[in-house]
């Protein structure tokens, strides 16, 4: 759940393409992300100080109806709004990735929305869903949103790529000054913490599994 709540790389090819010329996408990137840790640290605290025990599928618990009528009634607007209007968005936002990079509208179509929309509802029974979502975030947003973009990122900087790109990661001031030699360095660092990180949840599926 962490690593997905944090996997906005996904989205933000697709939000520079659509953002105003004026828009500071470093200071919206780096803000959206700080403001949405703070939040989820305050109310993942304030959640387990109020009810300390829930099932694994919290949500579930909420919409059963245990815990009140509004309760189960916020839940089931937040699983509406939240988490199934949600889906479609990624949808588009991931074909219009596919259609970006040259991808016909109907391969781009297939694999963004009728492929994974047909695999889930046949694996919709019981705990496989979990099991799916589970691991397939663990494994799949873990390559896409971490592991390939720091890879790639090292790759640009092995063949001379000098091009800071539309998002200065490290401000314009320590942009202009640090070396190739020295961002090499730092996306190492990145890509050391991403795969122990991603090592824990992974252990972390097993044990729970």
Known sequence: VILFNFAL??????WLYEKE????ARQVIVGSTVLSAIL??????????????????????????VYGVSMQWT???FALFIVGLG?????????????????????????????PFGISWLLYRGDLVTSLLSWGGVIFTSLIAF????????QSLRIGQSDPGTILVYGKRLAETMSNEGEQKALYVLLALSLIFIGAAIVGNVLDG
Do not use: K
């Not at 790389?9 to 697709?14: C, K, P």
């Not at 109020?50 to 919290?58: D, L, R």
């Not at 592991?147 to 090292?154: C, S």
């Open 9 to 14: 790389v996904i989205s933000i090819a697709s």
């Open 21 to 24: 010329p004026h828009v500071d």
């Open 40 to 65: 989820y640290v305050l109310l993942g605290v304030l959640g387990a100080m109020s009810i300390p025990h829930v099932s694994e599928n919290m949500l579930e618990t909420f919409m059963s109806g």
């Open 75 to 77: 839940a089931s607007i």
């Open 87 to 115: 889906i479609p968005l990624l949808c588009v936002l991931c074909r219009l990735n596919l259609t970006g990079s040259g991808l016909p509208h109907s391969q781009a179509n297939w694999m963004a929305v009728y492929m």
């Open 147 to 154: 592991v390939f973009p720091l890879l790639l990122a090292l």
